[in-house]
Structures are given as structure tokens and as C-alpha cells.
């Protein structure tokens, strides 16, 4: 039986009550320093690009309309969102609060609401910390909050400078900062609240007054603080909310932070990993209890194993449905299902569209493809089953080939249920080999082959004595 592993790495799982506030997610950078061909907000943490990371906090904590600001290469970013959400294209990147600016007719439309700002390339913010913060920004009766958190090393961060009340004064970037300021360690963490009302006046009140040239979204909330109106900080629980990523430097440390998370929250669930070595596990990934993890194993994609596995070592299982007590050594498999009690390996690959059913054996060295395997059915090893529909309880023998390619078109064999396929038989598709047929071993089948038949195709043996010895074929001789 599965079990629900991972909600979300550092939140809780989706809360479904939508309400009419909104989030704007900042995803228009060009990220030079990552050296991509793709938008800086597609650059993957653990196989899944940081906007869809950012993207899921917004619509796990409730929100039920998200756009996104894009820019450098717009549309590859608009393509991957695919209509999951609204966009606007940010044409020149002015600053931050230019960007907002991109999204006015968005923000009006949930005028007397909250509008939710998120920096796309911060994938660690999470739906926790975003839910919490509302609550305080609606309790408080807030015009702004920022959302800040508290870390060991604040350099490059703007830092929350409060009174000794506690009361929010301004941000202060670490260019403009005093020896005295650097040493605050609650720092911004790029993500705010607003009234939706607010932000739209204040939008109109700032300027590009800096040696860039830009417009800051901060400047919004310093505007605010000095006509007088409610701004204050809510501080994240996990200092990791302000995390970011301009280089492949900083993307490896975050896959090594949301990395640990997750076994981490595997393991307490009961999860099986006597050595971590080269695992890596996606947040999406479900996993039963009592299942084994083996080293250098990657998980991926919108995988789920059940109980009771053993899975690895050296395997890739990526967007596959996986059962109870199944066996998976060194195998690669994707976009595929393996019912329980199967097992495959060593050298497996299970390729795209392959539906493994219930206790079925996959031997060493063994490629299926596109193919339906039934229950209880055999394949030992060396065998290659393509675009083939294979019946339960079928052997097929070693070497056996489903030859499913004629150089224009793929066509589909059939092994009904119980058949025995030889060794080294060749299946021209389209063929049919019927239930309790019988293919012996080296037998090329062009033709269907009824039920309960033997199907033998081979040339008639000649041997020549002493052929070796009058043509001496080899060296040596």
C-alpha cells in the first residue's frame, strides 16, 4: 500500500479552499551567470525546473489565480507553463517593481484582496510559509508584509532593520549598509504581501531614482512605511525560504539542501536506505513503506512505488507507476507501470508506454518498448519485445525478437496467453502466436500461428567432412 510521503518538502499538503487572493511570480531574469540556453526560472531543482516549485507553494496554499512575469526567452518559458497560468511579458527588465508594473490589469482585477509577490528562481519558498503570512498580514491589518527570514550568513541579502520594538523601519540592501547593519541577520527574502489596492497606488509613485535606472519593489514598501501606513515582517521558520540561485554553483547547493530534506522525510515515513550514496529522489515521488532504496537509484518524475520494494541499485524510474514487492535491479524504466510481485534485472530497460503486470519475470539484458506484458509471464534474458502484446503466463525463451520495424511503418505482434516462444525466435509483426502454441527455437514466424501449434522454421543441416582442412579458414593454419 502506498503511502503519501511527500506533500510538499518543506510544507504541508494542498489546501483547496481558493480564495481571491492572488500570487505574481517574478520570472523575467535572464540568469547569465547560469550559462542556459532556457530561462533562469526553468534551471531544475531535483529534475523539476524552480518556476513549477515556486508555482506549486502559490497553488498548494490556497491560491487559486497565479500569473507569471516572463522575459528573456518568454516564449520557452510560456510554452513549459503549457496555460497553467496567466502571463505577461516583462520587455525590458527594468527592476523588480517594473515588472510588477507588467501585471496591473492582473492586480486590479483582485482589487479589495492580497496580492502575493514570489521570485521564480527562489523554489524553496513553501506553501507553509506563505499561508502563515497571510494570516498575519490579515490580522494585523497590514497594508504590506515582507516576508524576511533569519540566517547565519546574510551577506548579499537586504536586511529587516526594526526599532527596538520590533517595529519594520525599512529594508536596507547591502550596498547602502552600515558595518552596524550588516550585522542583522533577519534578511529579505524577496517575497511580500500586499493590498492589492495599495500596491497599484504605490506602483504608480515609484521611481527609477538609482545608478541602475530601475524600479524597486522594495521602494513600495518603503513608500508605504512613510505615508504612514501598516508594514511589517513575517518571519519564515526555515531560514531556507530565502535561498536562490544566479549560478550552477548555488543550483547544486540547492539540490543538495532539498535533497537531504527528502530522504530525510522518507526515512522518518519508513522508508529503507542503508546507504545514501548517489540516491537522488524528486519531490513529486511517493514511496510505501518497507521499500529498500539502493545506491546510485534516481526516482523522478510523478513516480509512486509501493511496499515491500526493493529498488536499485543503479536504477532510473521516472514517471512510472510501481507496485508492492516488486524487484527492481539495475533498470531503467519510464512512463511505465509494474504491477506487483515482478521483478527485472539486471540490465533492464522498460521504455515508454509498457504495462508490466502481476508477478512477471524480467531476466538480465532484456528491452521492452510500448509493449503489455501479462501475468506471471517469463522473459529471462536477451530478448527484445517492441510494440508486442504479450498474454499471461507466456515463456519467452532467450534471444527472442519481436521485429516490429519494417523501415516505413511499426507494426504490433501478439503472444496470447500460455504460449512458448524458443529460443532465438524472430516475430515478424504484424504476426499472432495463439494460446498453448509452441515456437521452437530458431524459428523466424511470418505467418500467425494457431493455437496449440508448433511453429518450426530451418533449413535442412549439411555438413561437409574435412572442410577445415582442405579450405583452412583460419590463421593459424
Known sequence: MLCFVMAEV??????????????????GGEGKRMKSSMPKAMCEVLFKPMIDWVLDAAENS????????????HEKLEAHLGGRCVTFEQKERLGTGHAVMQAREFITKHSGHNVLILNGDAPLMDSETISSALAYHKNADNVVTVISARVDEPKGYGRIVRDDAGVLLRITE????????????????????????????????????????????????KLSIESGLKAAAFTAKSPNVVRGANDRVQLLELNEIVRSQIIRNLLLE????????????????????DTRIL????????????????????????????????????????????????????FVHIRPGSSIAANVHIGNFVEI???????????????????????????????CVTVNFDGKEKHRATIKDNAFVG??????????????SYTAAGTTVTHDVPPYALAVERDTLTIKENWVNEKKPYKNM
Open 10 to 27: 518543506f510544507g504541508g499538503g494542498r489546501i483547496m479552499n481558493f480564495s481571491q487572493d492572488c500570487a505574481i511570480i517574478l520570472a
Open 62 to 73: 490556497g491560491l487559486g489565480d497565479v500569473c507569471v512575469i516572463t522575459g528573456h526567452l
Open 174 to 221: 547591502e550596498a547602502d549598509a552600515t558595518d552596524e547593519v550588516k550585522k542583522i541577520k533577519e534578511v529579505n527574502s524577496g517575497a511580500y504581501w500586499f493590498k492589492a489596492d495599495v500596491l497599484l497606488e504605490m506602483l504608480d509613485k515609484i521611481q527609477p531614482n538609482n545608478a541602475q535606472g530601475e524600479y524597486y519593489l522594495t521602494d513600495a514598501l
Open 270 to 289: 519508513g522508508v529503507d536506505m542503508p546507504c545514501t550514496d548517489g540516491i537522488i529522489i524528486g519531490p513529486d515521488v511517493i514511496i510505501g513503506r
Open 295 to 346: 545506491p546510485n537509484t534516481v526516482l523522478q518524475g510523478n513516480t509512486k512505488i509501493g511496499s515491500n520494494c526493493l529498488i536499485g541499485p543503479n536504477s532510473i524510474i521516472d514517471d512510472c507507476f510501481v507496485g508492492d514487492n516488486v524487484r527492481l535491479n539495475n533498470v531503467d524504466a519510464k512512463n511505465s507501470q509494474i504491477d506487483s510481485g515482478s521483478d527485472a534485472g539486471p
Open 369 to 399: 518498448k510500448n509493449s503489455s506484458i501479462g501475468e506471471g509471464t517469463k522473459l529471462s534474458h536477451l530478448s527484445y519485445i517492441g510494440d508486442t502484446d504479450v498474454g499471461a503466463n507466456v515463456n519467452i525463451g532467450c534471444g
Open 423 to 436: 529460443c532465438n525466435t524472430n516475430l515478424i509483426s504484424p504476426v499472432t502466436v495463439g494460446e498453448f
